[in-house]
């Protein structure tokens, strides 16, 4: 597989110049892979079937989960309804990525790339390492340690501005999880080959290691712990208390005890002295902390500010987190007198905790009513699984204590299950309250089944005691009442095997003999009367194996391609839901197409692939209200054609034959078609309103093969030939026939010879085209370009393997000829702008000065100002020439575009302070959010002499951009829509805090000749 991208490749040279064909039928045409893991053999003690019961997509669960039967049936609803959450928060982004764990349903502004947050990524691990299908985790480990969790992000206040990778936007035991993982399937050379990465993001942090102290220190919001005790107690609530925590330095003391194990399970030279060499940073760090943040007269550990403490006093509050030393087996059995306040009515017992700080703190529960997020008292789902999980280690592998029992355990772990209800059914949210059956952060469209805790993992490692083990052997010591009398936890995924384990007392319950039984695979390997802790050997089974396969329909980022458009959408959804890599069928947040509301008898949903790839396995999920929106009787798929028309599928074999609510609808094509585009018409006879949460079209790759084309994006201008290069190679000897699609109109050259391939392994082959892009194309397109290499068996295509690049239509503003207006501003030319204040702020100073426009400003003002020139009818562009900004925060901004005054206006916008660029549109007193305005936000490196610029299209969208040294780099694709007026002019703006902003130059050009 490709590292650093999902998408594993082949190159080769022949070129398709037809959007769309049929594949010749295939006399040894591969069987599409099953949609999921066969689980193989297991113990059948359980009715799945009633499980599952009002869930959709069963035969998901069924392939995955563990099953579980509990005499607490608060635990057990909450169990099953928690793995509904997790299915809800997989999310594939694409072939670069693959899948990663959402936390939230809907996006957010400062996720990674792809909607990834680290904040709960160990959560994430945790929780998904009991799951069947490795893929899942396999694509998120590599998002944080290869992919695009991995680049590079702005280091600005509302991103962390002490880091500058997205996996280190918050705190991550990323090394520790990843070992976690392992222990529960087995698979430790995935684990292993991850060693450079893992060793990497635990030295990324040595920038807040204070080696006088020899501890870590961190922000409490970048701990995900917005306004806390600790922050509360520094000049800023919100991004204030910086200091030396049990949480960081916890988590670098795990994830260095597993990077010493990893190195000690490779054993390659020297690795036996580097895992001593981790080993020792592990113990200096508990010894430091110890030292310095443990509180022995109250025996707690805690915070220590880092600023204006030079005595290093502990603040004189015992919070949650002080906890997380035992998550990792850091703190000593000595300190085991901190869990007696998990049960004191005045430390952090409570009905629906615990609480996040000690009731006896001033700041319990302060300000919580005025918003989220305030973790000063509220129970914090987040917290109770750090909190749980260090329980059930205190309980299961350190020496017996008087402060809490087995019983605490349950009682904590019913009580955290009660918390998730709403209205009498499981729920989750971001915080509770701690003596109130009620949420308190609970946003609709926002908080819905919020994935930023773990709950089946402490069902499956604390209460039903699953241990899992580096070496051969599972143990078994559950943490469940002596009351209980039965449960059963069944076909546990674990090293290769099926583990299933039965606890009944006199056998009455499930009829296969009383006491604790144990099964591998269905074979019954251990019966013992009693819940005593037990060491069961598990010989290594064989990992369940899992196609590799690309979803070529996903757009999770909404923008370009492939790009899914209706014939009509009620208002409240949008067609892009239904390829967003999400499925679900919530109403809020919607992530659906329906045509709720259509005057038309029938209506389809399209997706435009921008270049063909093979269409063989599509699925399709029906949206169903029960109300207005129900499952179609019927439905049309429809590919299109070279010619453009659309036409049935061929060759269709449909799972379910006819539509089902609740479970994809699997259409199978053999032989594969070749499109550039699909389209569904589902329909009811009675003609009332249909519904899609996702339509998918997944496409099984040949795993032999390594296909490469140029990272990208490549730089087009139109009418230009541009050369393409890339490679194809193979682990074993085959013949492959490739092809380059392209956007329609687009044409390719074959460089050199063309036809199929004979690949010899270690010989990767060299390929080259001529790509040209139509004269007229706009600037700033961005339209893929897709290798598809087909494995032949008898000169019959059975695989289709791919690489995606990207090709950018680049401004070169040798291209805009015609000039419409430009401004050296040597001269008093400011009467003639249109000139007005902006966001409700007063208007800088504005002067000119040694041939420059120099806004002054004492407090934060903005001024946009409208060139006194009309807008021209085609392309044109906007540029401006910064010479200094003013150093201010946090306004130290410029603004182009367009506009018709400051309250009319489509401008991009450069932040200097924060290095970041996005835009702004406002139109009819509406500003408009992230579908108009491309999204936020861009990380931009301005340098003197830099240019930028925003180029308005015929079609009346718009692009901003950075001139360096003579080339362009594209910033942001501005899809404005009917929000920007025809008429309005260009434009360009200010916003300073502070100081002097200085404006060298502003010309405006058009596409055309001088």
């Known amino acids: 597989m490709r590292s650093l991208r999902r998408l594993c490749t082949v190159l080769t040279t022949t070129v398709l110049a037809l959007s769309a064909a049929a594949v010749p039928a295939a006399a040894g045409q591969a069987a599409p892979p099953p949609m999921y893991p066969d689980p193989g053999p297991g113990t059948h003690l359980l009715d799945h079937t009633a499980k599952l019961a009002g869930f959709g ?133 995935f684990a292993v080959d991850r060693l450079p990465e893992l060793q990497r993001q635990w030295a990324a942090w040595a920038p807040q290691f204070d080696a006088q102290l020899g501890l870590y220190w961190q922000v409490p919001v970048w701990d995900a712990m917005e306004y806390t005790a600790s922050s509360y107690q520094s000049p800023d609530p919100y991004h204030g208390g910086a200091g030396f925590r049990p949480t960081l330095n916890a988590y670098q003391y795990g994830d260095a005890q597993a990077i010493a194990s990893l190195l000690r399970r490779r054993g390659a030279p020297g690795d036996r002295q580097l895992a001593d060499r981790y080993e020792r940073d592990a113990r200096s760090l508990q010894a430091n902390q110890d030292r310095v943040l443990w509180d022995g007269g109250d025996r707690f550990y805690k915070h220590v500010m880092r600023d204006g403490n030079p ?33 004191d009515p005045a430390g952090f017992a409570a009905p629906f905790g615990p609480t996040t700080v000690e009731r006896r703190s001033p700041w319990f529960m302060h300000d919580v009513q005025q918003g989220c997020c305030r973790w000063s008292g509220p129970s914090w789902p987040y917290a109770t699984s750090q909190t749980l999980t260090a329980l059930a280690n205190l309980l299961t592998d350190y020496p017996p204590q008087p402060y809490v029992s087995t019983q605490d355990y349950y009682a904590l772990l019913r009580g955290y299950a009660l918390t998730q209800r709403k209205n009498g059914v499981p729920y989750v949210a971001e915080a509770h309250y701690p003596d109130e ?37 599972v143990r078994l010591a559950p943490l469940v009442p002596s009351t209980w009398d039965h449960f059963a936890v069944e076909n546990v995924p674990y090293h290769g095997r099926n583990l299933t384990v039965a606890w009944d007392r006199d056998g009455h319950v499930y009829r296969q003999g009383a006491g604790l039984s144990v099964w591998l695979d269905g074979k019954l390997v251990l019966r013992q009367s009693g819940l005593t802790a037990v060491d069961v050997p598990v010989r290594p089974g064989k990992a369940t194996g899992t196609a590799r396969v690309v979803d070529d329909l996903a757009n999770p980022a909404r923008t370009g391609y492939p790009a899914a458009s209706a014939s009509y959408t009620w208002h409240a959804d949008s067609p892009a839901n239904a390829i967003d890599g999400q499925d679900f069928d919530l109403d809020v947040p919607s992530t659906r197409w329906t045509n709720y509301g259509s005057p038309n008898r029938g209506d389809w949903l399209a997706v435009d692939l921008g270049a063909a790839t093979d269409v063989s396995d599509v699925r ?127 044409t390719a050259q074959p460089i050199g010879p063309a036809g199929d391939v004979r690949l010899t392994p270690g010989r990767p082959v060299p390929l080259r085209w001529r790509v040209t892009a139509p004269a007229g194309t706009p600037v700033g397109t ?11 068996d008898h000169g019959t295509p059975v695989r289709s393997t791919a690489d995606l690049v990207r090709a950018e239509v680049v401004f070169d503003p040798a291209d805009f000829g015609t000039p419409v207006w430009d401004d050296d501003f040597s001269g008093n030319q400011l009467k003639p702008y249109r000139i007005g204040a902006r966001f409700g702020e007063p208007a800088p100073e504005l002067s000119q000065a040694d041939g420059a426009l120099v806004a002054s400003a004492s407090r934060q003002s903005s001024a946009v100002l409208v060139a006194p020139v009309a807008a021209p009818a085609g392309d044109f562009a906007v540029l401006l020439e910064p010479r200094a900004f003013a150093g201010g925060a946090p306004e130290d901004s410029v603004l182009l575009g367009r506009a018709d005054g400051p309250d009319d206006l489509a401008l991009a916008w450069y932040n200097n302070h924060f290095g970041t660029s996005g835009a702004d549109v406002r139109a009819g007193g509406r500003d408009y959010g992230d579908d108009v305005t491309g999204g936020c936000c861009t990380a931009v490196t301005w340098a003197p002499g830099d240019r930028f610029a925003v180029v308005a299209d015929h079609r009346g969208g718009l692009t901003s951009w950075l001139g360096h040294q003579g080339r362009w780099q594209l910033l942001r694709t501005i899809p404005t829509g009917s929000a920007v007026a025809a008429g309005w002019s260009p434009a360009i703006g200010l916003r300073l805090t502070t100081g002097r902003l200085t404006l060298d130059r502003l010309t405006v050009v058009a596409r055309g000749p001088a």
């Open 57 to 189: 997509d069963p035969g998901w669960y069924e392939a995955n989960i563990p099953f579980v039967d509990l005499p607490d049936k608060a635990i057990e609803d909450t169990y099953y309804y928690r793995w509904r959450t997790y299915k809800e928060a997989l999310k594939y982004t694409g072939p670069d990525d693959g899948w990663l764990v959402s936390e939230f349903l809907g996006p957010v502004g400062y996720s990674a790339p792809g909607g990834g947050i680290d904040a709960a990524a160990g959560h994430h691990l945790y929780e998904g390492r009991w799951l069947r299908d490795h893929r899942y985790l396999d694509d998120y480990v590599d998002y944080w340690l290869r992919g695009s969790g991995a680049g590079a992000k702005p280091a600005t206040d509302g991103l962390n501005e002490n880091t500058t990778d997205w996996a280190h936007e918050y705190s991550f035991w990323a090394a520790d999880a990843v070992l976690a993982r392992a222990a529960v399937d087995g698979r430790w050379d």
């Open 311 to 343: 005595a290093r006093t502990k603040i004189a509050d015992r919070e949650e987190m002080g906890y997380a030393p035992w998550y990792f087996h850091m703190a000593p059995a000595g300190a085991s007198a901190a869990w007696a306040q998990v049960t």
């Open 437 to 473: 059956d009620r949420w308190l952060y609970d946003s609709p469209g926002h908080s819905n089944d919020y994935n930023h805790s773990t709950f089946d993992d402490l069902v499956l490692s604390g209460l039903l005691g699953i241990r899992p083990q580096q070496g051969d052997h």
């Open 620 to 746: 399709i999920s029906f949206y169903d209200d029960g109300g207005g929106v129900r499952t179609p009787d019927s439905y049309a798929l429809q590919y299109r054609a070279a010619d453009g028309t659309w036409a049935d599928l061929p060759g269709r074999q449909r799972e379910p034959a006819t539509p089902v609510r609740g479970k994809p609808n699997r259409v199978l094509v053999q032989p594969p078609v070749r499109t550039d585009g699909l389209r569904v018409l589902p329909s009811r006879v009675d003609g009332g309103a249909v519904g899609i949460t996702a339509v998918q079209a997944w496409r099984a790759e040949d795993e032999r093969l390594d296909v490469r084309l140029p990272d990208g994006p490549v730089s087009v201008r139109p009418g230009q030939p541009v050369e393409i290069s890339g490679t194809v190679g193979s682990s074993q000897a085959t013949t492959v026939r490739p092809a380059l699609t392209l956007p329609r109109g687009w």
């Open 782 to 792: 961005q339209a893929p370009v897709r290798l598809l290499v087909s494995t032949l």
